[in-house]
């Protein structure tokens, strides 16, 4: 008997994103109101972060609930129906349950069911993996359209004692739909992880040793000093690697979006790339604060809005955060 040959399908040559949606936190957070838990000051916080403010969510708005908004902003700018979406990727670390995902919940919401749905648990990095992963469903013909989204509510994650990252933490989401195109709009992905360093950031225990009742319910934490240096100085190495996979030079960039992790951080990575001055620069964190997952489709839906004459323009865009992981690609801005 002749072994049959399996059918496989193939999709379109390019993909790009089509637009983005975006929903913040309602709730207005200054370094005044945080700063005496932790013995420091708003200049100490603005000398250190660049953060003058950062947005948190109500108790009663889940991260979903800002995954929806800012979800149903992309669809609506992309012009296509729920109905298209051929997979929902959230990228989150703030699912409040271990299981089902988020993404499944969204997905209903949305109404993309029964599109496939799965959630990324690849911390600041993530949506960085989710376009990544978009780009290549679309190619492989597994979905026309994929929605990518970046949500977190790290506000219920945070103690208010711990100087090491409380003050920096916000609530949001930023969402993207990704689609064909005519031409390359989303470049090779150049994207990893280094475990050796796995508790530089990430939770100061575990829910068993909190069941366990030998730590308190787990909280975010980091080591400051390895985390920017390694932000820094490794991942300028990744952001450079990225520009050559795609075949551009800094010069030929409209905008530089990193994760917002630190002003310091997003200033750094700009010098060792020699950004010139007409490359214009995601710096969202000043009032929104590090959200993770959701920063990067937060910090360019608002260089967008502030400067709609970037559209279709060059942008680096690279994620880095717990794991470690990190993740860059050069994308055509919508």
């Not at 660049?50 to 995954?67: H, M, N, P």
């Amino acid at each position: 008997m002749t072994q049959p040959t399996l059918q496989q399908s193939h999709g379109p040559q390019f993909t790009r994103i089509l637009s983005l949606g975006a929903a913040r936190g309602d709730l207005i957070v200054t370094n005044d109101e945080l700063v005496g838990p932790i013995d420091s000051s708003d200049e100490w916080i603005r000398q250190r972060t660049g953060i003058i403010t950062r947005v948190r969510a109500s108790k009663e708005i889940k991260a979903v609930d800002l995954a929806e908004t800012a979800a149903r902003e992309a669809i609506e700018k992309a012009g296509i129906e729920p109905s298209q979406i051929g997979a929902v990727l959230v990228s989150t670390i703030s699912n409040v349950a271990v299981t089902p995902s988020m993404a499944t919940l969204l997905a209903d919401r949305i109404g993309a069911t029964p599109a496939p749905a799965f959630d990324i648990s690849a911390a600041c990095a993530g949506y960085t993996y989710g376009i990544a992963q978009a780009d290549a469903l679309i190619r492989a013909g597994a979905a026309e359209y994929v929605l990518v989204v970046g949500a977190e509510k790290l506000s219920q994650y945070v103690h208010p004692e711990d100087r090491s990252i409380s003050f920096l933490l916000g609530d949001g989401a930023g969402a993207a739909v990704v689609g064909p195109s005519d031409i390359p709009g989303i470049s090779k992905t150049i994207w990893g992880s280094d475990g050796s360093k796995w508790g530089a950031v990430g939770m100061n225990g575990t829910y068993e040793e909190y069941l366990d009742k030998v730590k308190p319910w787990p909280t975010m934490r980091q080591d400051g000093q390895t985390v920017f240096r390694w932000a820094v100085w490794e991942m300028a190495k990744v952001a450079k690697e990225a520009l050559e996979a795609a075949g551009v030079t800094a010069d030929q960039l409209a905008a530089f979006i990193p994760h917002q992790a630190n002003m310091r951080i997003i200033d750094e990575l700009a010098k060792q790339l020699k950004l010139p001055e007409s490359v214009l620069i995601g710096r969202d964190i000043e009032t929104t604060g590090n959200t993770s997952a959701a920063s990067i489709p937060l910090a360019t839906h608002r260089l967008l809005q502030e400067h709609p004459e970037l559209s279709g323009g060059l942008a680096l865009q690279i994620g880095f955060g717990a794991g470690l992981v990190f993740g860059a690609q050069v994308v055509v801005l919508p």
